[in-house]
């Protein structure tokens, strides 16, 4: 595993994101830009239009959080939460897969078979896809997911150096197992730089 994302994993900048109303872990978030601000999939905050209200994060150091939504992308399956008082002084940063070489990227997130735990994979090889989108086109990673049992919406995915290339926002069955898309961040950055 890449140095750099060593240190991401103890400096506590992912999360379990989890309804308190439910009582579980609903999808895994990733300190981003600023130590107040997590990013996670829309999806997992977001249910019938309407952001949850009773969302906590939980990190690695054991301790949880109150969060509430700061902001969810009108198109895009990305949303940001904001909470205070989290242990990460360290938040993670953008980069793109285009830097990332030939090897590979690395993907984090909630394995809800296998407890409070968030894994780390390796993605060997990936394709790209765009979608057009009433706002623009939305630039997508397509991966092999074996891995992948639903908790691991919001997670990051890395590529060198611990930059954050994409967000999981789903996943789906193939002929021979899963597979799981990412969208790029780049549009979500346009957003943030009025509310820093």
């Known amino acids: 595993m890449a140095e750099g994302l060593k240190f991401a994993l ?5 999360a379990l994101v989890i309804d308190q109303a439910q009582q579980k872990p609903i999808g895994t978030a990733f300190v981003f830009i600023q ?3 997590v990013v996670t999939a829309r999806h997992v905050v977001i249910q019938d239009g ?4 009773s969302l906590e994060l939980f990190f690695s150091s054991k301790k949880n959080v109150p969060a509430k939504v700061l902001y969810a992308h009108p198109t895009l399956d990305l949303a940001v939460l904001e ?3 989290g242990p990460c002084d360290a938040p ?13 990227l690395i993907t984090a997130g909630y ?8 894994e780390v994979n390796r993605i060997d090889s990936f394709d790209t896809e765009r979608r057009d989108r009433v706002d623009g086109s939305e630039e997508l990673i397509v991966f092999d997911a074996p891995f992948a049992d639903g908790g691991h919406s919001g997670g990051p995915v890395f590529g060198e150096g611990a930059g954050v290339v994409g967000a999981v926002i789903e996943d789906f069955p193939v002929e021979n197992g899963r597979r799981a898309r990412a969208t790029s961040l780049r549009p979500l950055l346009r957003q943030l730089e009025f509310r820093q």
């Open 10 to 14: 103890q400096k506590d900048a992912l």
């Open 35 to 37: 130590t107040h601000w």
């Open 50 to 53: 309407i952001p949850r209200r």
């Open 83 to 85: 909470f205070r008082g």
């Open 92 to 104: 993670l940063f953008p980069s793109h897969h285009q830097f990332s070489g030939s090897k590979g």
């Open 111 to 118: 394995a809800r078979t296998k407890g409070l735990v968030i």
